[in-house]
């Protein structure tokens, strides 16, 4: 799967695009397909590291946390 990632906060210079493998889901996890990602306002200000407070100093971090899919996969306990 392919992510938006960085490591440093910045502008739009820090991002790169990456190749993930999917691992499976935890017990109460869900592992969903995207067909659409959205990067909204909040995204900037993290990247950017205007909201450090809310989103930690770790990295590496992904961008577009508002999704929707299919769920693929099910851990035991969901």
């Known amino acids: 799967m392919k992510v938006v990632v960085y490591d440093t906060f910045g502008g739009i210079d820090v991002l790169k695009i990456e190749n ?4 499976a ?10 067909f659409a990602v959205s990067v909204n306002p909040i995204d900037g200000k ?11 100093g770790r990295f590496p971090k992904r961008t577009g946390q508002d999704f929707s899919g299919v769920i693929r996969a099910v851990g035991s306990k969901v």
């Open 46 to 56: 993290i990247r950017r590291g205007e909201l450090k407070l809310m989103s930690g």
């Open 20 to 23: 993930i493998a999917l691992s």
């Open 25 to 34: 889901p935890g017990p109460t996890e869900v592992q969903v397909e995207p």
